[in-house]
Every structure is written in C-alpha cells, then in structure tokens.
C-alpha cells in the first residue's frame, strides 16, 4: 500500500473514488510501488465506499461536482500533480449538463496545477457516422468534454474504459430465459460483432496508472481500455461453459430492440441511445488505440471475467 498523507508525494485528484472506474484508479494507485497522496469526492461521504477509501489513506471530500459549487470545485482540486476525471450521464440523463461538468473538471484540474489530466472519454458517435447516429448522447457528451480537453493547454489523455463485463449482468444486455429453459442475449448487432471488453472495477485502473506513470505522457491521445475484443457470439459460449445452460446470441430487428427496452420500461430518449450505441459500434467498430503493454499485470480476458463473475441472478 503506497496511499500516503507525506506532502511531497504527488497529490492524485480522482474523480468517482467511491464508484466503478475511480474506485479501480484508486486500487491501482494503491498497488503502486510509487507513494501517492489520493484525494476522492462523494456527494455523501458517510456511504461505505468513502468509509473504505479513508480506511485506505484516502482523503475524501463531500462535494458535488457541479456548477453550482464552481468555487468549491476549484478549490478541491489545488495542489493536484495528476487527476482523473469522470461524469456520469446515468445520473442525470442531461447532456448538457454532462458536457458544462466535464468541462469544469478540465479547468479545475488544469487550474489546480495538474501536469497530467487522465479523462474518462467515450467516442464522438455523431461525428463518426457522419451524423447517422446523432442520438447517442451519454457518448457524445464525453467527446464534446475531450475536444475541450484537448485544446485546454492542459496535457489530456483521453482513456475510454471498454465495454464492462458486469454489463452482462443487467438489462439491455443480460441473457433472458426463454420456455424451453435456455437463454438468449437480444441485441440488434452482428453475431460477429465485437466488443472490447473490461472488468472495469479490477482494472480500468491499470490502464490509468499506467499513464500516470509513464515516463513521456500519450497528450491528446485516444486509447480505450480493455483485455481483448470478443465477439457477441463468444460472449454467450463462455457464459454457456461456465454456467451449464445454453445460452446463444440472437441478433434482432432495431425495432424489436425498441420494443423490448420499452416493455422493460426504460424511457424513450434512453431507447434511443442504446439502440443507436449497438447499431453504431456493429456499424463503425470502437476504432480506438489501444495500450497491451506496460500495464501493472495483464488485465482479465472475459473468460477469466465470466469465471469470477457470480450468475445466479441471471441465469440460473
Ligand atoms: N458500462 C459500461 O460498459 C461503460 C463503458 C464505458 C464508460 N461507461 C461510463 O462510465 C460512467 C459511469 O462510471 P462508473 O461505472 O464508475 O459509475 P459508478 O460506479 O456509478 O460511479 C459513479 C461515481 O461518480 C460519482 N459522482 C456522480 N455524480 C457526482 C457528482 N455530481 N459529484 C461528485 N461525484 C459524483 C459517484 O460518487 P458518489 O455517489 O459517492 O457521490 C461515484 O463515485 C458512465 O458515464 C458510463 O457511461 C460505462
């Protein structure tokens, strides 16, 4: 354990310490034989994932990172040598608002004296297709945030985490039992498709890490993180091997997809996006760069996911 209090230690800034993608930076700082001082923020730092990081020399922060506490926001990140960055769309469904609070984690860190920014970015969905997907907004908002990023005189490192492996778990993606007792996994994608994936909570923050310390800074670069790119058809083999049921891959109608996030009662503006993020990426590919050497140790391919992974709820 290498998270430290001693003031000439580098002062990593991260942002969504308590959640998937920071929690794993954090562990990854932590395994380094490098000392870091680590500084989180949570809206609600009595939760016990923040009780974890202030038992690992964490320090944390109650703040919410958002316009109204600019100031606030400014202050928390004096004195960083490094941050990361990360919004969540999820939270709030507002583009807008997605976009103005990336950017205002940008200009805070570089505000703050950051040296390197590590930005949790998504592809520009509407840019690469040319405006064929114009409504993939919880990826276009991330890339509106890198374009800033990348001409803010801050060095900006764009660092995509792949597709998660616990994605599988829950709706759209997780398999659904059928009468006859197998299971299907219905996505309006090529059986060949590919996904790049990600055990993001053990090791998105390798690749982070990774970047911190290397001796020269990818600056503007584009890289997503992931193991190894498996097709969709693969995924379903590997969760048939582990847990003894069959489970298979059936590609649907883009208006089947519709129908069914419908009946599961997700609303229509998030219909949207995930079916134009399937439709897109079968389409275009996740056409990124991608980092397979230096890393801390090798990141978990998805057999290895599927193995630790617990599938009881899903397929049983
Ligand atoms: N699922 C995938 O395959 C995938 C792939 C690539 C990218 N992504 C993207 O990853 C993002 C989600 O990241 P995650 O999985 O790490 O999410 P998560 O586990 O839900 O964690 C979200 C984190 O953000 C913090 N947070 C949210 N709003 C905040 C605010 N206003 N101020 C301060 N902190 C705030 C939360 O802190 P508190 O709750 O403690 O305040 C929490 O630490 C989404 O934008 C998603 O689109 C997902």
């Known amino acids: ?44 730092a009595t939760k016990p994932a923040a009780h974890s990081l202030v038992q690992l020399g964490v320090e944390v922060v109650e703040l919410a990172l958002t316009l109204e506490n600019k100031d606030a926001v400014y202050k928390a990140f004096a004195g960083a040598e490094f941050a990361f960055l990360m919004t969540n769309w999820w939270v709030h469904f507002d583009t807008e608002r997605d976009i103005a609070e990336g950017k205002l984690l940008v200009d805070a860190a570089k505000a703050g004296g950051a040296s390197r920014v590590v930005w949790s970015g998504l592809p520009a969905i509407s840019r690469l297709s040319g405006g064929k997907y114009p409504h993939v907004w919880h990826f276009d908002s991330k890339a509106a ?26 709706p759209p993606f997780a398999p659904t039992k059928q009468a006859d007792g197998s299971y299907v996994i219905a996505l309006p994608v090529k059986p060949t498709m590919q996904l790049p994936i990600i055990d993001a909570a053990e090791d998105y923050g390798l690749f982070v890490r990774h970047a911190l310390e290397l001796p020269v800074f990818p600056d503007g670069a584009e890289i997503v993180a992931y193991s190894e790119n498996v097709t969709i058809t693969d995924v379903a083999l ?11 891959f059936k590609q649907i109608s883009a208006d089947q997809f519709h129908a069914d996030l419908a009946a599961l009662g997700f609303p229509p503006p998030i219909v949207l996006d995930l ?12 056409k990124v760069d991608a980092v397979s050497e230096g890393l801390a140790r090798r990141p978990r391919t998805w057999a290895e996911i599927v193995e630790v992974t617990d599938w009881s709820k899903v397929v049983s």
């Open 238 to 248: 590997h969760l048939s091997q582990r847990t003894g049921k069959n489970v298979v």
């Open 275 to 286: 079916a134009e993020v399937f439709l897109s990426l079968d389409e275009l590919g996740w």
């Open 145 to 170: 945030v890198t374009e800033y990023g990348r001409q803010a005189g801050v060095p900006f490192l764009d660092l995509q985490a792949g597709n998660y492996g616990t994605n599988f778990l829950g």
């Open 1 to 44: 354990m290498t998270i430290t209090q001693d003031a000439s230690s580098p002062l990593v800034v991260v942002v969504g310490g308590t959640g998937v993608q920071g929690g794993s930076v954090v562990k990854a700082l932590a395994e380094s034989d490098r000392p870091y001082r680590v500084r989180v923020f949570s809206r609600d």
